[in-house]
């Protein structure tokens, strides 16, 4: 099975712009979780998916939203960028709901200036 | 609540020797726990994850960890270090009607020849 593919790899965004990231889960994975990385925060939890439906919400402003499809490919939104929204942005497909192992896209490496 | 604590942000050992990762956990329902490795510019790789039952869990590329209910602690160990070892390592956990994890900082192993 191929992996949780993550489009872009790789952006550059301008302070006050709006950013779209991709996700598309492992085949026959309905649950999808989202992450950021940075070396000050490190790993925090963003959202949670689960068949279109919204499940858990990370303490994240309001800026930060996401949406799942009904074919489980997920993505997430932020607007009014700012610079401490540099960060690696992860995926990560679940083959279930509760406490199951979850595998992680490559991310996706934001960079605002 | 939950937390996870790991001990010593940066390890370093020889090639061919014991390596040892410490995290500590809290929380309040029965609890998940995983350990993730991320080498540069990657996601991160289930290395292994305790639900119930055995304490000790066997995961992929020679790592096992024990669940001290006792002690709250999901040490990672691997008897002989490969230098192909070098990355950082994350524990995490999670617990009751949810897929989040809570993330450590992180421990980033270095495998010296």
């Known amino acids: 099975k191929a992996g949780v593919t993550q489009t872009p790899r790789y952006l550059i965004k301008t302070r006050g712009q709006q950013v779209t990231l991709s996700c598309s889960p492992i085949s026959g994975h309905r649950s999808v979780s989202w992450y950021q990385q940075t070396p000050g925060q490190g790993l925090q939890f963003l959202f949670e998916?689960?068949?279109?439906?919204?499940?858990n919400k990370g303490n994240f402003p309001g800026r930060f939203s996401g949406r799942q499809f009904s074919n489980s490919r997920s993505e997430m939104n932020v607007s009014t960028l700012e610079l401490g929204d540099s960060a690696l942005y992860l995926c990560?497909?679940?083959?279930?709901?509760?406490?199951?192992?979850?595998?992680f896209g490559p991310g996706t490496r934001l960079t605002v200036t | 609540a939950q937390s996870v604590t790991q001990l010593g942000s940066h390890v370093s050992v020889s090639e061919g020797a014991l390596v040892l990762l410490r995290c500590n956990y809290s929380?309040?329902?029965?609890?998940?726990l995983f350990w993730y490795v991320q080498y540069p510019n990657q996601g991160l790789q289930l290395l292994l994850k305790?639900?119930?039952?055995?304490?000790l869990v066997k995961g992929i590329n020679g790592f096992e960890a024990e669940f001290k209910k006792s002690e709250t602690s999901f040490h990672l160990t691997k008897p002989s270090a490969h230098m192909s070892d070098a990355a950082e390592y994350f524990c995490?956990?999670?617990?009751?009607?949810?897929?989040?994890?809570?993330f450590g900082t992180g421990t980033l192993l270095a495998v010296q020849p």
């Open positions: 998916y689960f068949s279109e439906t919204q499940r």
């Open positions: 305790y639900t119930t039952g055995a304490t």
């Open positions: 995490a956990v999670s617990g009751g009607a949810t897929n989040k994890l809570i």
């Open positions: 990560a497909s679940s083959p279930g709901t509760d406490n199951y192992e979850q595998y």
């Open positions: 929380s309040s329902v029965p609890p998940y």
